[in-house]
């Protein structure tokens, strides 16, 4: 737009120029782009030109000429070419409504490329194994871009044991943060859930303090947009009333899976356009969404999978150090028998024999306990996201400290004190820990022995806008390590260097 206004002014010979622009909730154009800048946007009649713009004729000033901007099938605002002092001529006035024209075709043909950068925008993150919840804040913000909502945009999912809607995503528009109504379920008759999938994308408005449907031939909209906000809860106590709000269902051969809704915060921001966009997009977004849910499930069977596997391990370790410390004791019973049957017990030696047979059993006990709680805690789906790395690092030190020392293999942590909580469950952390842990321990074992280092630190990570910052852990052993050929494939599922590996460790860690 700023450059057909730069090109128009210069091809036609205009002193000064400005872009005039409609907004919703304003009954002034905003003037932009002004030059010179001597110009200002005060010295333009913003009201006229806003008349102008939505189709009407308001008398303007004679050394004025203008063309309107159109978007979205719909008035946008007017490019406005000033002479002071003079009157440009009709050829002059014709000429800026050709370029006008020409803009504003140009102008549809990037709206149709955008649409096209949304949908292929989706497609990348279902390359780059997005998860279905995060997939649908990009459907979101694919709409945002779209459609220009200023409010919120929400989708409700369909409830697998109840007849509810579900909120699963909602991004706030109008502010900041996160939105307090996820995970709210609102209560859906077989009555609304036909309403619903009867039809595309509807829109509405609220006039008066009630809704209304566009379409006014029929209140059964208008009630469904009465219902669907009544039913939601705030989304914060302050969050100001959304003036108009578009309803979309998302329908599985016919059948209502869920619901997208997105609203504004003045009258005017949507238009029947805006529906066409929403109902050319969800389709697409549907199909992904149905294709992550099925990646995901894939994902969580390996993870599955590679679980009972890593309690089998486990298990065949425990039960190797537990026959390492039975070991001792069961020949040290045996002896004090035959000294209490021959009546020889030794007085003096009976407190070091008893104190030995009691650390063997104690070693038992703390081998069986961590195993069970690394166990409970691999299956404790309800652990608050909090990980710890030195818990994380403890636990394994306890799980394979007794083989580390059995291998001639030193384990040694070095954690900074200022690491903060971690964004995941204690268990997965400690999934991930013990997998690269017990790699550089295979390593070591085929070795005859060695070191192995666990660091973990605070580093800041630049990027776009603030530093991050993020918790680095690294794993380090003296083994002689894999070849460079096989580098580039040791994430790779089921690939492995091991002659009785599965493949699937670092697969899942990543």
Request: charge should be neutral; proline fraction near 6%.
């Amino acid at each position: 737009m700023r450059l057909a206004l730069r090109f128009a002014a210069e091809l036609l010979g205009a002193p000064e120029r400005c872009a005039a622009l409609l907004e919703p909730g304003r009954d002034e154009a905003s003037i932009e782009a002004c030059w010179p800048t001597s110009a200002a946007p005060a010295s333009w009649p913003s009201r006229e030109l806003a008349s102008f713009a939505r189709g009407e004729k308001p008398e303007l000033p004679p050394d004025i000429a203008v063309g309107r901007l159109r978007r979205r099938r719909r008035p946008w605002g007017a490019i406005v070419l000033r002479w002071p002092g003079r009157s440009p001529s009709w050829n002059t006035r014709h000429a800026l409504t050709r370029l006008v024209a020409a803009t504003n075709e140009q102008v549809e043909r990037l709206e149709a490329r955008r649409l096209a950068e949304v949908r292929s925008r989706i497609d990348r993150k279902i390359v780059e194994q997005v998860r279905p919840k995060d997939l649908l804040y990009q459907v979101l913000d694919g709409l945002r871009s779209l459609t220009g909502y200023d409010h919120s945009g929400s989708v409700l999912l369909r409830a697998e044991a109840a007849p509810a809607l579900e909120m699963v995503a909602e991004q706030l528009a109008f502010r900041k943060g996160r939105s307090a109504r996820i995970g709210a379920a609102v209560a859906i008759s077989d009555a609304r859930r036909a309403a619903l999938g009867a039809a595309g994308s509807r829109g509405f408005s609220r006039r008066g303090g009630a809704w209304r449907a566009w379409d006014e031939r029929t209140d059964a909209d208008s009630n469904l947009a009465e219902w669907l906000e009544s039913a939601l809860p705030p989304i914060l106590a302050e969050a100001p009333v959304p003036a108009e709000i578009i309803v979309a269902p998302l329908l599985a051969h016919g059948d209502l899976v869920g619901v997208v809704r997105i609203a504004a915060m003045h009258a005017g921001t949507f238009w029947p356009y805006e529906c066409e966009l929403v109902d050319a997009l969800l389709p697409h977004a549907l199909l992904s969404l149905r294709n992550a849910r099925r990646a995901e499930s894939l994902e969580d069977q390996v993870i599955q999978s590679e679980r009972k596997h890593a309690m089998a391990e486990l298990a065949r370790g425990v039960s190797h150090d537990v026959n390492n410390a039975l070991g001792t004791v069961l020949p040290l019973i045996q002896q004090l028998r035959a000294e209490a049957a021959e009546r020889r017990v030794d007085a003096a030696t009976l407190p070091e024999d008893l104190a030995t047979i009691e650390r063997s059993l104690q070693s038992c006990v703390r081998i069986f306990n961590n195993m069970l709680q690394f166990a409970r805690r691999t299956a404790d789906e309800t652990i608050e996201p909090s990980a710890r790395v030195d818990l994380a690092l403890e636990a394994v030190h306890a799980i394979h400290g007794d083989g580390f020392r059995r291998h001639g293999i030193s384990f040694e942590r070095r954690v900074d004190d200022d690491l903060p909580l971690l964004p995941l469950r204690q268990a997965e952390l400690e999934q991930v820990v013990l997998n690269l842990v017990a790699n550089a321990r295979d390593a070591l074992v085929a070795c005859g022995g060695g070191e192995i280092v666990v660091r973990a630190s605070l580093e800041s990570v630049s990027g776009r806008g603030t530093p991050e910052r993020r918790v680095k852990i690294e794993v380090h052993d003296d083994g002689e390590g894999i070849p460079a050929a096989q580098l580039s494939r040791v994430l790779e599922p089921f690939y492995t260097t091991k002659p009785r590996g599965n493949g699937l460790g670092l697969s899942i860690c990543r």
